[in-house]
């Protein structure tokens, strides 16, 4: 999918999108929470071609909620490509509490785990207004032996069971009960800890973008005001007059092609950098 992405290949990514969608309950084995980010992602960028925005929503919420930090390579999608804004609008709805299913408790079958979108839940709760994957996974092998794509919390009844007399839900002290923040915890899968690494966004990329284009946009400017003292050269009655707009004319033009250069460069800057390390970092692709 990815591939045909940057190809502009549509058919191939819409069909892969469909089958990836339509297979994810047969994953055999439980994988890292960064690798379920990305397959819903894809699978969010299927339905948006398909014009289901809502899905697409839906899928892009649950892959924001594992990686929230994520943005799109501009190898994968321009600046000013749309499925950007869709995506970026769900960053806001995407990370939520989990809410909990009262009054139950999970009923976890004898030598497994319950796998929620890659981390163990510990309590039946899950972030809700989005598809979720739980697997029911091996213990001694890591095999799954079951997997469903289920909607917000409704886990299966075959694994709820009425919670014990016992069991209290603490009161917060703002009139809300506290959400089990624990229900999707972090383990170590196949013998290595797992530790995935969020992408920050350099403080000075915004600005960089926005100087940029506003750099542009003042070359455009000066070039505009440039055809006017052109107009003013030719109308010239004198010859002190035709030098004068001459001089003024060509100096207008200069200065909005090189304010033009630099607010392309200072934009591509801050498109280019990354959150690795201070400093712009430029990159190529052979």
Same mark, same amino acid.
């Given at each position: 999918?990815?591939?045909?992405?940057?190809?502009?290949?549509?058919?191939?990514?819409?069909?892969?999108?469909?089958?990836?969608?339509?297979?994810?309950?047969?994953?055999?084995?439980?994988?890292?929470?960064?690798?379920?980010?990305?397959?819903?992602?894809?699978?969010?960028?299927?339905?948006?071609?398909?014009?289901?925005?809502?899905?697409?929503?839906?899928?892009?919420?649950?892959?924001?909620?594992?990686?929230?930090?994520?943005?799109?390579?501009?190898?994968?999608?321009?600046?000013?490509?749309?499925?950007? @804004?869709?995506?970026?609008?769900? *960053? /806001?709805?995407?990370?939520?509490?989990? #809410?909990?299913? $009262? =009054? +139950?408790?999970?009923?976890?079958?004898?030598?497994?785990?319950?796998?929620?979108?890659?981390?163990?839940?510990?309590?039946?709760?899950?972030?809700?207004?989005?598809?979720?994957?739980?697997?029911?996974?091996?213990?001694?092998?890591?095999?799954?032996?079951?997997?469903?794509?289920?909607?917000?919390?409704?886990?299966?009844?075959?694994?709820?069971?009425?919670?014990?007399?016992?069991?209290?839900?603490?009161?917060? @002290?703002?009139?809300?009960?506290? *959400? /089990?923040?624990?229900?999707?915890?972090? #383990?170590?899968? $196949? =013998? +290595?800890?797992?530790?995935?690494?969020?992408?920050?966004?350099?403080?000075?990329?915004?600005?960089?973008?926005?100087?940029?284009?506003?750099?542009?946009?003042?070359?455009?400017?000066?070039?505009?005001?440039?055809?006017?003292?052109?107009?003013?050269?030719?109308?010239?009655?004198?010859?002190?007059?035709?030098?004068?707009?001459?001089?003024?004319?060509?100096?207008?033009?200069?200065?909005?092609?090189?304010?033009?250069?630099?607010?392309?460069?200072?934009?591509?800057?801050?498109?280019?950098?990354?959150?690795?390390?201070? =400093?712009?970092?430029?990159?190529?692709?052979?």
């Amino acid at each position: 999918m990815t591939a045909a992405l940057r190809s502009l290949d549509e058919t191939t990514f819409r069909a892969t999108g469909a089958q990836m969608e339509a297979r994810l309950p047969c994953i055999g084995k439980k994988l890292p929470a960064a690798v379920y980010a990305n397959i819903y992602r894809y699978i969010g960028a299927y339905h948006y071609l398909d014009k289901d925005y809502q899905a697409a929503g839906r899928w892009f919420r649950t892959a924001l909620e594992l990686d929230p930090n994520f943005d799109w390579d501009v190898n994968d999608l321009g600046p000013g490509h749309p499925l950007r @804004g869709h995506f970026d609008a769900q *960053r /806001n709805v995407a990370v939520v509490d989990p #809410e909990a299913r $009262d =009054g +139950f408790e999970l009923n976890v079958p004898a030598g497994s785990q319950l796998i929620l979108d890659g981390r163990v839940l510990k309590a039946p709760a899950a972030t809700v207004n989005r598809p979720h994957l739980l697997q029911v996974v091996a213990t001694a092998d890591g095999t799954v032996r079951q997997a469903f794509v289920i909607e917000g919390n409704e886990l299966p009844d075959a694994f709820l069971k009425a919670a014990s007399a016992t069991d209290t839900v603490a009161d917060s @002290g703002n009139g809300r009960r506290n *959400r /089990n923040t624990e229900a999707l915890g972090e #383990e170590v899968i $196949d =013998g +290595f800890r797992v530790v995935t690494l969020q992408r920050v966004r350099p403080p000075a990329k915004t600005p960089l973008m926005v100087a940029g284009s506003a750099g542009v946009l003042v070359g455009a400017g000066l070039y505009a005001v440039s055809y006017m003292t052109h107009q003013e050269f030719q109308a010239a009655s004198t010859t002190d007059d035709m030098l004068r707009y001459q001089s003024l004319t060509n100096a207008l033009v200069v200065g909005s092609g090189a304010m033009v250069a630099v607010g392309v460069g200072v934009g591509y800057a801050g498109v280019m950098m990354d959150g690795g390390s201070p =400093g712009v970092v430029f990159g190529g692709r052979f």
